[in-house]
């Protein structure tokens, strides 16, 4: 078994909860941290027990020979830059999605990968996740017959927490949230139509967060934080170390500016239609104030209709076997792990395992990463111009 040597570049929240996976495979071992903030990589190091290496600049990190691969878990905007400096010095990348913030930048990176024949898996989680492998496998193998139509709502209820409290409340950051949360779902509707986007058209706008509070405005330090519904409140979530013991790790403690400040100018609600060049039409719904946090996934076919319902690990199969008979029902329940999405954390390192053992690109790849940021940028596109985009 081949042991790869690990450095990990960002160790902010999203690392933290990795770093659970990354210790639980043989195959890795990491060696060294990245952050231009020392706090964060203690605080990473306090929570796991660990003695590494740590750098402020990424270079160093990466200057170190002995480093076979990369986590980058950085913000957005520096995914590009971290992500062809690794390549240029032959590490395999394992990159956070999007691979960057324009398309310009992603070819770049894509470039950089073939040039330097290294292995680069984007952070698609949710193609490894058995609930979501499980309906593209169904909807592969025809059971709702020939895919016609795709009904999919995202609605983050959470988005307070994670997307305004903090860097990924701007465009100049993001390039817009379809990118940064969107590019999961892209990616997964992408998968399951299997063929190219003819034509994008999207409405959005910013209906709840943002505002005119000051950009300097901390949740602490606000005279509202007792009755505002999205100040910052410490949160937990338990789970399970690699050594079997339960851990309490709280996760919101990167962030803490005011979800209604002025330089908010990211969209929060999304409606998206996607033509393929097989005939498929989706919609994508996005939105960033629901109470309930779930993706539901409605796929159509000349057969029947399959839902996934992420929220309640289900699968659902519906038959039409005549226009007033809708009674067989087949239903997939629990295929999602306990641990981070879902098992999807999990798996996704076994393939970016898999990927360098055999030399051979993942699934989750550049052309699929490619493809997810695509949709977003020409979503974005069309909201703009008011215009439907013809690709
Ligand atoms: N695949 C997924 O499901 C998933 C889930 C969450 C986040 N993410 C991705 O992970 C990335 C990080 O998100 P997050 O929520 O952890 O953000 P975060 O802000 O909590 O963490 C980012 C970390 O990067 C550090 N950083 C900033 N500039 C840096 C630089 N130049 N070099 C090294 N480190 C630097 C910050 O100090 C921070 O510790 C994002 O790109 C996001 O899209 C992916």
Request: proline share 2%; charged share 25%.
């Amino acid at each position: 078994m081949k042991r790869y040597k690990i450095g990990i570049i960002g160790t902010g929240m999203r690392t933290m909860f990795l770093v659970n996976e990354i210790l639980k495979k043989n195959e890795f071992e990491i060696v060294a941290l990245s952050d231009v903030s020392n706090k964060n990589m203690e605080l990473l190091c306090s929570r796991y027990n660990l003695k590494l290496d740590k750098y402020t600049d990424y270079k160093e990190l990466l200057s170190r020979k002995d480093i076979d691969a990369v986590i980058i878990c950085s913000p957005d905007y520096y995914h590009e830059e971290q992500a062809i400096a690794a390549l240029s010095l032959g590490k395999h990348v394992f990159l956070e999605k999007p691979i960057a913030i324009t398309k310009e930048g992603a070819l770049r990176v894509l470039k950089k990968r073939d040039e330097s024949n290294k292995i680069l898996i984007v952070g698609f989680v949710l193609r490894y996740n058995k609930l979501y492998k499980k309906m593209k496998e169904l909807i592969q193998n025809g059971i709702i017959g020939e895919l016609k139509t795709g009904w999919v709502l995202h609605s983050v209820g959470a988005a307070s927490d994670w997307y305004f409290h903090d860097w990924h409340g701007t465009m100049k950051n993001t390039n817009g949230l379809l990118l940064q949360k969107g590019s999961h779902d892209f990616d997964i509707i992408n998968w399951v139509v299997n063929s190219k986007l003819k034509k994008i058209v999207a409405f959005g706008s910013r209906d709840f967060f943002g505002g005119n509070k000051p950009d300097n405005l901390i949740c602490e330090e606000c005279k509202e934080k007792t009755i505002c519904t999205e100040a910052i409140k410490p949160r937990y979530i338990t789970w399970e170390k690699a050594n079997g013991e339960k851990t309490n790790v709280h996760y919101n403690v990167w962030r803490n500016q005011c979800a209604f400040r002025n330089e908010i100018d990211v969209f929060d609600n999304h409606q998206v239609l996607l033509e393929y060049n097989n005939g498929v039409k989706v919609s994508y719904m996005e939105c960033h104030y629901t109470p309930d946090d779930n993706r539901e996934y409605i796929f159509i076919g000349t057969k029947g209709k399959l839902k996934l319902d992420d929220a309640n690990n289900t699968i659902t199969v519906q038959i039409r076997n005549n226009m007033y008979d809708r009674n067989e029902n087949i239903v997939y329940k629990n295929l999602q792990e306990n641990d981070g999405h879902g098992g999807g954390d999990e798996h996704i390192l076994d393939a970016f395992i898999e990927a360098m053992n055999t030399g051979i690109q993942p699934e989750a790849g550049g052309e699929a990463g490619l493809k997810a940021m695509q949709a977003g940028i020409l979503a974005y596109e069309s909201i703009k111009k008011l215009k439907i985009i013809n690709l």
